[in-house]
């Protein structure tokens, strides 16, 4: 079946520091692969999203790669912020007939000045 | 600004008494889910509409019921809460082409907390 993993968090960093959110998964298909971010009470945005392999996904910043030989879609960002602390999920969609997202378990950012 | 809404985002109910849980969204899009998320926890899918066509996943327990009286709305009932039961309720929505590359949009969720 479909799965993903990411790093274990939580991860601490200082601003402007150099951000990198592994993230590697197994598919029955060939999924596509977001990510999405939740900040503290509330719920998930969109992020950045790949439908295909090589594709770069960016937003506000972050940046992923779809990197099919390496069955990994890894979150960068260049220079963190305060308020990019939040939990960021991986997930993954193999399509099919089926509309199910597969996340994986989230890592804390906490970014202090 | 084109939305899903979710009503309240706060519900506290009693043990054993049933809630209902309110989604709409100003997207037009046809497929609508219900997410459970805990504590530290991935969400995870406990059904969806795509228009009228409700899909239960295999482990939704019985005591989640949903309904989708017409495309902008979409209802999450708990019939008898437990404890295990409070958590966040994440409803989502897509447009509903390609499933591969459909991409799911998620209101504020609405945090259950049961006595």
């Known amino acids: 079946g479909d799965s993903v993993t990411q790093m274990e968090g939580p991860v601490t960093l200082s601003e402007e520091a150099f951000l990198t959110i592994n993230c590697t998964y197994t598919?029955?298909?060939?999924?596509?692969l977001f990510w999405y971010v939740q900040y503290p009470g509330e719920g998930l945005q969109l992020l950045l999203k790949a439908t295909k392999a090589d594709d770069k996904g960016s937003n506000k910043g972050f940046e992923a790669t779809y990197r099919k030989e390496t069955t990994s879609f890894h979150l960068e960002k260049g220079s963190v912020q305060v308020s990019d602390s939040a939990v960021y999920f991986c997930?993954?969609?193999?399509?099919?007939?089926?509309?199910?997202?597969?996340f994986g378990k989230g890592t804390l950012l906490t970014v202090n000045p | 600004d084109a939305m899903v809404i979710q009503n309240p985002r706060y519900q506290v109910t009693q043990f054993g008494k049933p809630v209902t849980l309110s989604c709409s969204q100003t997207?037009?899009?046809?497929?609508m889910y219900w997410y459970q998320q805990k504590s530290s926890q991935a969400p995870k899918l406990l059904f969806h509409y795509y228009d009228k066509d409700f899909n239960n996943e295999a482990d939704t327990p019985d005591n989640f019921q949903s309904r989708r009286p017409n495309t902008s709305f979409c209802f999450l009932d708990i019939r008898s809460p437990g404890l295990g039961d409070a958590a966040m309720y994440l409803c989502?929505?897509?447009?509903?082409?390609?499933?591969?590359?459909?991409?799911?949009?998620f209101g504020p969720g609405t945090r259950l907390t049961v006595l």
């Open positions: 997930a993954l969609n193999s399509g099919g007939s089926n509309y199910k997202l597969t």
């Open positions: 598919a029955t298909g060939y999924p596509s």
């Open positions: 997207l037009n899009h046809n497929v």
């Open positions: 989502a929505t897509s447009r509903g082409g390609e499933p591969r590359t459909d991409t799911q949009y």
